[in-house]
């Protein structure tokens, strides 16, 4: 399953250009969007991290992709 997760996030990441975690949640069942993000990392990939304040004010990570 992490594996899939891993691979179907960072489709969306090389399609959309970055994702947060309830957009990961929402499209992917993943709950550790950082742990997915760790792997992709690992395996060579550029991710920067921004923080992202959504409509109920609450601050999240956003991770954007930058290549590999």
């Given at each position: 399953m992490t594996q899939t997760q891993n691979k179907n996030i960072l489709a969306y990441l090389k399609q959309h250009g970055k994702i947060d975690c309830m957009q990961?949640?929402?499209k992917f069942g993943s709950f550790r969007l950082s742990a997915r993000i760790h792997n992709l990392r690992a395996d060579g990939h550029i991710i920067q991290?921004?923080?992202k304040?959504?409509?109920n004010k609450k601050i999240v990570a956003e991770?954007?992709?930058?290549?590999k």
């Open positions: 990961a949640l929402e991290t921004f923080r304040r959504l409509k991770y954007k992709y930058c290549g």
